[in-house]
T-cell receptor
Framework: AQKITQTQPGMFVQEKEAVTLDCTYDTSDQSYGLFWYKQPSSGEMIFLIYQGSYDEQNATEGRYSLNFQKARKSANLVISASQLGDSAMYFCAMREMFSGGYNKLIFGAGTRLAVHP | DTGVSQNPRHKITKRGQNVTFRCDPISEHNRLYWYRQTLGQGPEFLTYFQNEAQLEKSRLLSDRFSAERPKGSFSTLEIQRTEQGDSAMYLC???????????FGPGTRLTVT
C-alpha cells in the first residue's frame, strides 16, 4: 500500500528565510505523482505544486519548489523567502490510481509551519 | 472561475440525527471526490464520482453514508443516524483530466453532540 510520511509535526522559520518541509513516500508503482497542499486555519486545501515520477526536472511554482529525489523516495517542499501568510498546515500527498484510470490522493499527517516576523 | 463551494460550512447535530452536505464543483470538472479529515490528520478518501456515476467507495464509507451526484453536477453526502465518531471536516474536491491536481472546497465541519 502506498504511504506518505511527514516527520516534522511543526516547523518555525523567520520571515524572508527559506524553509524545507520533509516528505517521504512508499510505493511499488512505477508511475506516480506527488503533491503539496497548504491548509490555512480557514480549512480549505490549496494546491501548491505537483511532481510526476517521470518528470526529469524538479517542479517549481513561484516561491515553491519540490526537491524530488527518486532513489531516496523523498519529495521535500522548499519555500523561499517566507512570508507571514505562509503560516499554515502543509500536506504532502500521492496519487493512487484505480483500475479505471482515475485516482485518489493519499495524504501524510501534515507539518504546521509558523513564520515569525 | 468560482472554485469549489460547500454548504453548510458548519453543522452541529445531535447523535442519531441525519445530516446532508452539498458540494458544487468547478463547473467544467467531471470528477468529484469526497474526503474526511479528523483533527490532526490528513484527509482520507471516501468516494469518487465521474460525471453522475459513483465509481469508487472507501471502506470508511459505512452503510450510514450515502453520496449522490445527480446529472453530474453538484453532489450530496448524507450521513444517517450520526455518531460522535462522525465528527470531522468533510472536504469535497474536483478535477478534470488530463490534470492530476484536485481542487478542494472550504469543507463542512460536522460536530455530533
Amino acid at each position: 500500500a502506498q504511504k506518505i510520511t511527514q516527520t516534522q509535526p511543526g516547523m518555525f522559520v523567520q520571515e524572508k528565510e527559506a524553509v524545507t518541509l520533509d516528505c517521504t513516500y512508499d510505493t511499488s508503482d512505477q508511475s506516480y505523482g506527488l503533491f503539496w497542499y497548504k491548509q490555512p486555519s480557514s480549512g480549505e486545501m490549496i494546491f501548491l505544486i505537483y511532481q510526476g515520477s517521470y518528470d526529469e526536472q524538479n517542479a517549481t511554482e513561484g516561491r515553491y519548489s519540490l526537491n524530488f529525489q527518486k532513489a531516496r523516495k523523498s519529495a521535500n517542499l522548499v519555500i523561499s523567502a517566507s512570508q507571514l501568510g505562509d503560516s499554515a498546515m502543509y500536506f504532502c500527498a500521492m496519487r493512487e490510481m484505480f483500475s479505471g484510470g482515475y485516482n485518489k490522493l493519499i495524504f501524510g499527517a501534515g507539518t504546521r509551519l509558523a513564520v515569525h516576523p | 472561475d468560482t472554485g469549489v463551494s460547500q454548504n453548510p460550512r458548519h453543522k452541529i447535530t445531535k447523535r442519531g440525527q441525519n445530516v446532508t452536505f452539498r458540494c458544487d464543483p468547478i463547473s467544467e470538472h467531471n470528477r468529484l471526490y469526497w474526503y474526511r479529515q479528523t483533527l490532526g490528520q490528513g484527509p482520507e478518501f471516501l468516494t469518487y464520482f465521474q460525471n453522475e456515476a459513483q465509481l469508487e467507495k472507501s471502506r470508511l464509507l459505512s452503510d450510514r453514508f450515502s453520496a449522490e451526484r445527480p446529472k453530474g453536477s453538484f453532489s450530496t453526502l448524507e450521513i444517517q443516524r450520526t455518531e460522535q465518531g462522525d465528527s470531522a471536516m468533510y472536504l469535497c474536491a474536483s478535477s478534470s483530466p488530463p490534470l492530476y491536481e484536485q481542487y478542494f472546497g472550504p469543507g463542512t465541519r460536522l460536530t455530533v453532540t
